[in-house]
């Protein structure tokens, strides 16, 4: 055994890993091993690296029976496993061509130069599964074994005489193998160190977004895209945060600005051209320079400017800007940071922009459930007092003055919520003015506990009451409304029933559904407006029989979720 070779190759082996080290500590090269974007120009660098290092590695091979032993897969190979398959094969082709001009004559040429190019398509083919199992220490041993194997069996296929072809594959299987195997996972696990720091901080600048996005909660919640919050937000960008500055625009002009950066006085109005490009592209826009009349010429000297679109229903509506120092090895892990925080930032607006939405609904559906109900009982109610009028003008003059109380109560605004009292008032006149329009036809019962201490929304249960009477109890010969209001834990409990025919299945089914029609409307409306303000599963509870209905609302003491408005 030629223990020479074995000196050899390891003295070339840990050469290789000398120079991956040095390669490592170089921000260029750092910067395009941890650059995750395949450009042409980060493409052709790494071949240059990986193309050198296999020429040095043909160099530095020790001579042996006319042929070479030699580390140049692991520069060829590495360049696939880092670099992807496209560098890889023209690494091969490159190292193979060159190891075949430095020794055209020679017995093994062909055959090394033949399985230097295998050995890059091979890295082609394996780099992507390579990346994907975090370049595993066994699957890079065990590829470049099985690729230098090959090369044994191609130097005795195909060179000649094979007695020496023999003879040389004796000498060089072992070293060649062994050493080369080991040293590929030495060699990528210097760049691979690269990726896994690379990792980590991506990992820390997403955790880092929720954390912001949470102070930020509060402010964004508001749904405003003004100046006093978006230097709220620019603060604690920068507070939690190693970058510089923070700049926010609408679609016009700058909105705000945080930090250490100083816009010119006479263009600090007008709109950057990085923010122009975000709107047109709707995508992050990375910048290291501008153009003199650019707002952002001076700042871009010394820092990099990273703009990503602040987008509400599919439109731009602003964007954010984050400043951070201009010679970084690699701005991949800010491009995640800001482009996070960009996508958290716009949905949190949209959100807000819907519950502004849901909330003007609620309203409209409130208003229109006031021009319903007035209309709709003036009629009646003026033709039973008109009836009253002459046999029974004292009777006539309390009617009066319960319609008196029914429409002050309905034109309140729903901005305020009323006591339980207010509301069973504003109920109790409705209920004089129905009595007296059936008269004996129709029963109430009202029992209202008293020291109630709470406060509802109003116009929540006279509706209630109304379907209870006139889809319910008047559907018998004799109707029968049932009115309790009592105390109930933390909160009280208002019970409506009635006596009717119960409500058919198919209306349950439209209300649970929300798919009420007009025979429904006012317990629709109450039902939503419960659910808005109290909360999801704080609507109504309506149990209903062939005998008769009863709904109930729950209403808590406690501050309600939203305003009653």
């Known amino acids: 055994m030629n223990f020479d070779i074995f000196s050899a190759m390891l003295l070339n082996i840990g050469l290789l890993i000398l120079l991956a080290q040095i390669l490592a500590r170089i921000k260029a090269v750092r910067r395009v091993i941890v650059h995750e974007d395949d450009s042409l120009k980060d493409q052709l660098f790494l071949i240059l690296i990986f193309s050198s290092i296999g020429i040095i590695s043909n160099y530095t091979g020790y001579s042996i029976n006319g042929a070479i032993a030699n580390t140049r897969v692991i520069g060829v190979m590495a360049s696939g496993f880092i670099g992807g398959p496209v560098v890889s094969v023209i690494v091969g082709l490159v190292a193979g061509l060159h190891r075949f001009l430095i020794d055209i004559n020679g017995f093994s040429t062909i055959a090394c130069s033949i399985s230097t190019v295998i050995g890059g398509i091979v890295a082609a083919f394996a780099s992507k599964n390579v990346k994907k199992n975090k370049y595993s220490s066994s699957e890079l041993f065990l590829i470049t074994f099985i690729v230098e194997s090959l090369q044994m069996l191609i130097i005795l296929l195909i060179a000649r005489p094979f007695d020496e072809a023999f003879l040389l594959v004796k000498n060089i299987f072992l070293p060649m193998t062994i050493f080369n195997s080991v040293g590929m996972v030495l060699f990528v696990g210097v760049f691979k160190n690269l990726i896994t720091e690379q990792e980590h901080k991506v990992g820390k600048k997403v955790a880092l977004t929720f954390d912001i996005t949470q102070k930020c909660l509060p402010i964004l919640k508001t749904g405003e895209f003004n100046e006093d919050n978006c230097k709220e937000i620019g603060e604690i960008i920068l507070d939690y945060s190693e970058d510089l500055a923070v700049v926010f625009t609408d679609t016009e002009r700058i909105i705000s600005v945080n930090g250490k950066i100083k816009l010119p006085c006479h263009n600090s109005d007008s709109l950057p051209g990085i923010s122009s490009r975000v709107f047109k592209e709707k995508e992050v826009i990375v910048a290291e320079d501008a153009p003199e009349n650019d707002v952002f010429h001076e700042p871009l000297k010394h820092m990099i400017a990273i703009s990503v679109p602040l987008i509400k229903n599919d439109d731009v509506f602003g964007s954010m800007i984050i400043f951070s120092k201009k010679y970084r090895i690699s701005y991949q892990s800010q491009i995640t940071f800001a482009d996070g925080l960009g996508k958290l930032f716009s949905a949190q607006f949209e959100l807000a922009d819907m519950e502004m939405q849901k909330e003007l609904l609620v309203k409209a559906e409130y208003k229109a459930l006031q021009s319903q109900i007035n209309p709709h009982f003036i009629f009646n109610s003026l033709n039973t007092i008109s009836s009253f009028v002459r046999e029974k003008p004292d009777d006539a003059r309390e009617l009066l003055i319960a319609l008196a109380t029914y429409f002050r109560n309905s034109i309140k605004t729903k901005d305020a919520l ?62 029968r409304v049932a009115i309790k209001v009592r105390k109930n834990g933390k909160g009280v409990l208002i019970s409506v029933s009635d006596n009717g025919h119960g409500v058919p299945q198919d209306i349950l089914e439209r209300l649970k559904n929300d798919r009420s029609d007009e025979s429904s409307i006012g317990l629709a409306n109450v039902d939503k407006r419960l659910a808005y303000i109290y909360g999801r599963g704080n609507g109504l509870d309506i149990v209903s029989t062939p005998s008769g209905t009863t709904v109930n609302i729950n209403i808590s003491k406690n501050q309600p979720m939203t305003k009653a408005g």
């Open 418 to 479: 009323v006591s339980i009292y207010e509301e069973m008032e504003y109920v109790e006149a409705f209920l004089q003015l129905v009595k007296a329009r059936f008269d004996d036809r129709l029963e109430i019962n009202m029992d209202v506990e008293e020291d109630l201490n709470c406060m509802v929304p109003c116009l929540i249960v006279q509706p209630i009451v109304e379907n209870a009477v006139l889809h319910g109890a008047m559907s018998r010969k004799t109707g």
